[in-house]
């Protein structure tokens, strides 16, 4: 008997930590997979699937400047049902906390179709933080008849909720098997190139030459005074002759707005444009801090023993703190500024975060999520 799995992702963080799972899936015997991307982020999207080599079966290709959650949504209600109805899968799959999956979820139960949780169980127990992933989370659990989840606590908190525990399955995190696949890669020559013109030697350089602070911040509940906080922040630390700051800014406007503002022209600070995967990955090797508001950083980057202060009041990934990878941090300047001077100027705080071990996964959550699946289809027959 042929297992039918609907895979269905949109955006670039959820493509990440469904690729393993695809490729996986394409390579296992008694498995017909598909993929659907909604295209949620458009230009994101594409270079992790060329990057992973997954040509999607259908693309909704949903993305519009300035559409609403509201218009996001009905998009992928009004295009990714028919799909659903056409080729019958007896798993849907989604990743995260995205409208693309919230909205995934709803449409399989509408078809009496299982629905598979990846990454499930993240929570921060706060409804607008971050808004609006806490409750699309927390609706996908509802829906969910098989629960992913990366670790221990997040196996807690379904658990907590009242999930079945013969449903949950605990897998660790497939970013960390992306992140294996794509560090092996060759090295971009833009990164070479950006490396040598600012003077970052080799990977984890810390006590010598020029020590780099790589920062992504863009989420929704940072936009206005956090942001603003952030950057001053950043200019502060720029003041220094041992640092470069190199910060990819998000195309939001509520993000380049008072970043160009505040940071353009700022010696040792370097803004580029949205990074693709790989350049990204091979950045974070290289960098001595990170500072970010990201989710997929958090889990990425202990991987390579970089301290990451988050920027944020609230995070849905508390294992990392409590290994000591990651630090909550906040979003007012002088904390940040604090924090990350005490990193760069204390070496046994340095080692402390950066010699802990990465809770999240052991690169082999794919095949988990995949055997669950064949054993659960066989129990059902």
Known sequence: ???????????????????????????????ESRVCVTAQHRQMLDQVLELFQIKPD??????????????????????????????KPDWVLAV?????????????????????????GLRTHNKWHPFPEEINRRLATT??????????????????????????????????????????????????????????????????????????AHRRENFGQ?????????????????VEIVYPVHLNPNVQEPVNRILKDTHHVTLLPPLD???????????????????????????????VLVLRETTERPEGVDAGTLKLVGTETNRIVQEAKRLLDDPIEYGKMS???????????????IETLMRASRHAK
């Not at 995260?96 to 499930?120: M, N, P, Q």
């Open 226 to 242: 956090p942001i603003e906080n952030i950057c001053h922040a950043l200019k502060e630390l720029a003041q220094r002759e041992d």
């Open 355 to 369: 010699k802990a071990s990465n809770p999240y996964g052991d690169g082999h959550a794919a095949e988990r999520v």
């Open 143 to 216: 829906l969910a008849d098989m629960h992913f989840a990366p670790t221990t606590w997040s196996q807690g908190n379904l658990l907590h909720e009242g999930v079945d525990k013969r449903t949950i399955v605990i897998t660790g995190n497939p970013v960390i098997d992306a992140l294996r696949f794509v560090s092996e890669q060759e090295e971009p020559k833009e990164i070479k190139e950006l490396l040598e013109k600012l003077g970052i030697a080799s990977p984890l350089v810390h006590n010598d030459g020029k020590k780099l602070i790589l920062v992504t």
């Open 58 to 87: 259908w693309d909704l290709d949903l993305m519009r400047d300035g559409q609403t959650m509201a218009e996001v949504s009905a998009g992928i209600f009004t295009n990714l049902d028919p799909i659903l109805e056409e080729f």
């Open 277 to 307: 995967y790989l350049p990204l990955v091979h950045l974070m090797k290289h960098s001595t801090i990170i500072l970010t508001d990201s989710g997929g950083i958090q889990e990425e980057a202990p991987t390579f023993g970089i301290p």
């Open 96 to 120: 995260g906390d995205t409208t693309t999956v919230v909205t995934t979820s709803l449409l399989a139960f509408y078809r009496r179709i299982k629905f598979g949780h990846v990454e499930a």
């Open 1 to 31: 008997m042929t297992i039918k799995i609907l895979s269905v992702f949109g955006t670039r963080p959820e493509a990440v930590k469904m690729a393993p799972i695809v490729r996986l899936l394409s390579q296992t015997n008694g498995i």
